[in-house]
């Protein structure tokens, strides 16, 4: 087995640790704890967060130019299912505000995933999603949210406010008609769920397998904004 190299590190802003990028292999990780057996994104939630892709894309498919939000890079599993299922006029910006992100995807894993950021289709928004969201300047056909560990189990405080109620009814007012969020979370939450139903939307929980090599299984969260304006 091939050992773990460093890629690269970064201080996240206000004390909030570390960011490594380890590669091992055609394998990438993501984790403020290296020593740690988990991770904050790793290939063992590849097949989960390619879905976050998947699901959505499906919805958006006779949509002629859909405009896609992303909440971050991560490890580009979902960045790249979603370039391969939306058409050449759709348009998605991911929210990074961290800027080594986008100097990895320069390197060794922008080169393992095919340099997605090379893509016309794909801007970069410096801001996070939180201070995008509540700008409320764009509306967006589909709102993809991937952030930490999940809704339940957030490392960044800059996250918190995305999964309050005051949080999911921005992204509501952030969708066109008809428009679409989708929520990526290794657990199920009632507790989201119900927030989700109180802000608008028609929710539907799907269960997916979290890789190909494991019986474990994640949830993305479709819930549809079907009012008119």
Known sequence: MDEATLLGSVELPRDQGTLYLFAQGEKFTLTTDPGAQGSWVS?????????????????????????????????????????????????????????????????????YLGFPLNDDRVSINELDIARILRAKQQRFD???????????????????????????????????PMGVLAIWSPVVSDTLKGKLVRAGFMVEQRNVPANANSTEQHVIWIAEKLQQD
């Open 43 to 111: 290939a063992s939630s590849e097949l989960s967060r390619r879905a976050l892709a998947q699901l959505p894309a499906k919805i958006l498919a006779k949509r002629h130019q859909p405009k896609i939000l992303m909440s971050g890079l991560g490890l580009g599993f979902t960045l790249v299912e979603l370039l391969k299922q939306i058409n050449l006029q759709a348009s998605v910006v991911v929210s990074e505000w961290l800027p080594d992100m986008q100097q990895w995807y320069q390197g060794a894993l922008g080169e």
């Open 142 to 176: 589909a709102i993809l949210l991937d952030t930490d560990n999940g809704p339940e189990d957030l490392l960044f405080k800059e996250n918190d406010w995305l999964y309050t109620f005051s949080g999911l009814s921005a992204c509501f007012e952030a969708l066109e």
